[in-house]
């Protein structure tokens, strides 16, 4: 097929009105590579939606997608590398061509921003930096273009002749072919209807159409898609019919993914009609620029040349990819590899053909795998959570802790805490850490371990930048700390000890003992204690003598009483601890009657005063029986209840041991008439609570008596008595205890049984 051509285009330099408006610095990069201009701008400053006018002195045109496929132009929005692409080919419609060595670009780019729009007129001009091929096609990616030289195709050309120099447009047609069918020829103007450029350059002949075109038609070169374009441009001028054959074939493989790597395919022969070259190079290159071989091996690019197929390899992970996070319910990351590859054919050691491919290639979605790790140092009563594996576009936003929502960044850091981990590899986490005190914190008993659990449910909310759907990651920890029983705080007051405890909401779990008694209200009741329990605390007075008290150190100045509160595990009524408070009491007089069957009395004698000096003399009924101890007119006694003469008086419910201080100026004269005032003192036990009662050796009682300081000037107070002399050699009679009825007897028959219980006054001073 023989044909010549020769065709110059005049351009004429458009005078423009410049706009005044300057991009900032940095913004905006502006590159000559080998066949096209590559302008940059940051979507910082462009906004998400720039666009872009091609300018020249036909006028403005805007530069939309199907424009773009058409003329020469491939916007791309890259996101995550934070700016807009725009690739001009050197032959776009719209750019100026000086013999084609020197290219000059004249755009506007507009950028709206806050509703408003400005317009910056920019230009770039390049030289040629490679000579051009005799046949060069790219395949970009939403085009493809075609240029052959003139010259080589026409090798009848005579110096500067222009016999056969055609007049564009009107001269030439075309005719697209496809497999068998072949179309109706059309002029050029109708093929530019149709989104067919043409165009003759100084030294080339130029076609470019978007893909998919009607005429276009796919196919399969060794399993390989292809897309071609078939043009045949004829001219016919009086003897001779000049023919260009122009055809662009590309492959159209979509790339794949496997094991890691990503994968491309093209065909060292495209279509048949291309006559098979010699040899083929390839070079791999990225974002529209080779890379140099020893780069591309280190990188892990490959191309393998299976028969007449050649697979291109790329570790998905490779520099010069990049990845993007996606959220669709869970999270996943895909990689993409904007390759540009270049398959250079040599023919008899020339460079005959240069092939370019602008291909982009995606991974499928791979999961992304985010974590969390338990961090948490339950010495440090703080839940510690990392959460790991973020990916760099994925930041966390909010998360809720136990359904409680906190937005980022944390406001309150006093009992929780956020910090960013940042890794050299790119990826990022958070450590979180809760104070097990926060109230966010949930708690629950544990009954077995005897323990408090502290549980946090953690929802994080993820969003990937930019991005769509927000991603959530859930995590539950729980810690379990040993918990300390209730304790009691204690005071001590003139005449009782008083007991608090706040309530914990766990404390349910234990039980209140008094001695081996559960305090509850009906206990107190029966024992005097004065008891409220409401929702906040538990207060506990216990007045003296009550039961449970255990005196120490009884003195005329006075004693100490202490009591002891027992906590027990309440399902095993283990005893766990125990709250002991001892408080010393000075009451003027007081009277105990203790569960071994010990009186004790401090008895304030006042009628005894100014006894001149005198040590008086005073003694219980036994008149051997004195005071273990006197001050003035205070004396202290004590003796076991059934001794020293006593008497007692045996009541359904109750036995009452009873005796008398008896106190004289004379100090010979024991019994006085002119006594007016008795003092008698009694111990009453419950008869319930009594072991062991008719024996000299031993008292027992489970409770302590309730005593008595009876002041009369009755001759007969108290209890009967039979005799007024007290009598030594103490006997008691048994038997007649059941009776019914109170009565009152001489004591004097041994008891029969001894029983004996280790239980009594300490200490007794004196004693
Ligand atoms: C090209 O841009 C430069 C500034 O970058 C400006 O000085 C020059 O006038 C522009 N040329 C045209 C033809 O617009
Ligand atoms: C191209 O063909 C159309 C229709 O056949 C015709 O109207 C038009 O004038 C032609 N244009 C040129 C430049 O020949
Ligand atoms: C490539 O992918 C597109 C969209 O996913 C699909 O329409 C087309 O058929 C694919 N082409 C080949 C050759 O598999
Ligand atoms: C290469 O081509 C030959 C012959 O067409 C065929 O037998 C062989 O299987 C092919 N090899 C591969 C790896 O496809
Ligand atoms: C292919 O190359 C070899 C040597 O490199 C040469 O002898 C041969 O003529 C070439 N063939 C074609 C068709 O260019
Ligand atoms: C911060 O938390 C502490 C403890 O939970 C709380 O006492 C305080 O009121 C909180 N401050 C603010 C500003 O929320
Ligand atoms: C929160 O972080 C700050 C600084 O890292 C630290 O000083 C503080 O103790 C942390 N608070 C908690 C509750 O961990
Ligand atoms: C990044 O580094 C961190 C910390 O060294 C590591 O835990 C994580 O697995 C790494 N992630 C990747 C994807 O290599
Ligand atoms: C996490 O929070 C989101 C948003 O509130 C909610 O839709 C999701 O159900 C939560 N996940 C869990 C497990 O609570
Ligand atoms: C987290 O760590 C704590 C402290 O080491 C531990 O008690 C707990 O069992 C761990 N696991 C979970 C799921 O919380
Ligand atoms: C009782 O007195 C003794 C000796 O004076 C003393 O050591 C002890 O602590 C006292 N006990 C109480 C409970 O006061
Ligand atoms: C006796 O009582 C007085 C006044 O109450 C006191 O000052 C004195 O110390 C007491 N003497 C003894 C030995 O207790």
Same mark, same amino acid.
């Given at each position: 097929m023989a044909f010549c051509f020769r065709f110059g285009v005049l351009f004429l330099l458009s005078l423009r009105t410049a706009s005044t408006l300057d991009v900032p610095t940095g913004v905006l990069q502006m590159e000559c590579r080998e066949r096209y201009f590559m302008i940059a701008v940051g979507l910082s400053f462009a906004g998400d939606k720039p666009r872009f /006018?091609?300018?020249? %002195? =036909? #006028?403005?045109? !805007?530069?939309? /997608? /199907? +424009? !773009?496929a058409e003329c020469g132009y491939t916007i791309s929005l890259l996101p995550v590398l934070g700016h807009v692409e725009l690739r001009a080919s050197y032959f776009s419609c719209h750019t100026n061509d000086a013999d084609d060595e020197v290219f000059t670009f004249n755009f506007n780019l507009i950028v709206t921003r806050g509703g408003k729009q400005a317009t910056y007129a920019l230009n770039k001009t390049c030289t040629l930096s490679l000579p051009w091929s005799p046949r060069e096609v790219t395949c970009e990616v939403n085009y493809m273009e075609v240029s052959v030289r003139s010259e080589a195709t026409c090798p009848y050309e005579e110096n500067g002749d222009s016999a056969f120099k055609p007049v564009l447009y009107s001269d030439w047609k075309v005719m697209f072919q496809r497999a068998e069918d072949q179309f109706l020829p059309m002029n050029l103007s109708e093929a530019r209807k149709l989104g067919y450029v043409f165009a003759l350059t100084d030294e080339r002949l130029v076609f470019r159409t978007p893909y998919e075109q009607p005429h276009s038609f796919s196919t399969e070169v060794n399993g390989v898609p292809v897309e071609v374009v078939h043009a045949v441009l004829f001219s016919r001028q009086s003897w001779v019919v000049l023919v260009v054959d122009l055809l662009a074939a590309c492959s159209m493989h979509n790339g794949s993914y496997d094991g890691g790597y990503m994968m491309w395919e093209t065909s060292e022969l495209l279509h048949s009609l291309v006559s098979p070259l010699n040899e083929t190079e390839v070079s791999i290159g990225v974002n529209g620029k080779l890379v140099e071989k020893k780069v591309a091996e280190e990188r892990g690019y490959t191309v393998e040349k299976i028969n007449t197929t050649l697979q291109v390899s790329i570790p998905y992970k490779a520099e010069g990819g990049y990845r993007k996070s996606f959220v669709s319910r869970d999270l996943y990351e895909y990689y993409v590899f904007r390759l540009y590859l270049e398959q250079i054919s040599v023919d008899e050691a020339e460079i005959a053909a240069r092939l370019r491919f602008h291909r982009i290639i995606v991974t499928p979605l791979l999961p992304c795998h985010i974590f969390t790790e338990n961090q948490t140092l339950l010495r440090e009563r703080a839940f =510690?959570? +990392?959460?790991? #594996? *973020? $990916? /760099?576009? *994925? *930041?966390? *936003?909010?998360?809720?802790? &136990?359904?409680?929502e906190f937005t980022l960044p944390? %406001? &309150?850091? %006093?009992?929780? &805490?956020? =910090?960013?981990v940042l890794h050299p590899n790119g990826t990022h986490g958070y450590t979180l850490t809760v104070l097990f005190d926060d109230p966010v914190v949930k708690l629950q008993f544990s009954r077995k371990a005897l323990a408090l659990q502290h549980i946090l449910n953690v929802n994080y909310t993820l969003a990937v930048q930019p991005g769509n759907e927000p991603y959530y990651h859930q995590t539950a920890v729980t810690a379990l700390t040993r918990v300390s029983p209730p304790a009691f705080d204690a005071n001590c007051s003139e005449s009782s000890i008083h007991f608090k405890l706040d309530h914990? $909401?766990?404390?349910?779990?234990?039980e209140i003992a008094i001695g081996s008694d559960v305090l509850t209200s009906d206990l107190a009741n029966r024992r005097g204690y004065i008891m409220s329990n409401d929702s906040q605390s538990l207060q506990l007075d216990v007045p003296l003598f009550t039961n449970g008290y255990k005196y120490q150190n009884v003195t005329l100045k006075g004693f100490s009483g202490t009591f002891e509160i027992l906590v027990r595990v309440r399902e095993t009524s283990e005893v766990q601890t125990s709250t002991v408070k001892t408080c010393l009491f000075s009451p003027p007089e007081f009277i105990m009657c203790s569960t071994d069957g010990m009186m004790t009395v401090v008895a304030n004698l006042p009628l005894v005063v100014s006894s001149g000096g005198r040590t008086l003399r005073m003694s219980l009924m036994d008149n051997s029986? #004195?005071?273990?101890?006197? &001050? #003035?007119?205070? !004396?202290l006694f004590s003796f076991p209840v059934n001794s020293c003469g006593f008497i007692f008086e045996l009541g359904k419910d109750y036995v009452t041991y009873q005796n008398e201080i008896f106190y004289n100026k004379n100090y010979q004269n024991m019994v006085s008439n002119d006594v007016t005032e008795r003092v008698i003192v009694q111990c009453t036990y419950p008869l319930s609570s009594l072991r062991q009662l008719f024996t000299m050796y031993r008292f027992v009682s489970d409770t302590v008596g309730v005593g008595k300081i009876i002041r009369t000037v009755q001759p007969t107070a108290g209890l009967q008595h039979p005799s007024r002399k007290p009598t030594?050699?103490?006997? %008691? =009679? $048994?038997?007649i205890a059941r009776h019914a009825q109170p009565i009152a007897f001489v004591p004097g028959v041994r008891p029969s049984t001894r029983y004996f219980r280790v239980s009594r006054v300490h200490n007794l001073a004196g004693g």
């Open positions: /006018e091609a300018v020249d %002195s =036909t #006028g403005v045109h !805007a530069i939309t /997608e /199907e +424009y !773009a =510690t959570i +990392y959460l790991g #594996g *973020v $990916p /760099e576009d *994925v *930041v966390l *936003v909010s998360i809720q802790l &136990n359904g409680q944390l %406001s &309150n850091m %006093s009992t929780y &805490n956020l =910090t960013e914990r $909401p766990f404390d349910y779990f234990w029986c #004195g005071p273990k101890d006197m &001050n #003035g007119t205070r !004396a030594a050699g103490l006997q %008691s =009679t $048994p038997a």
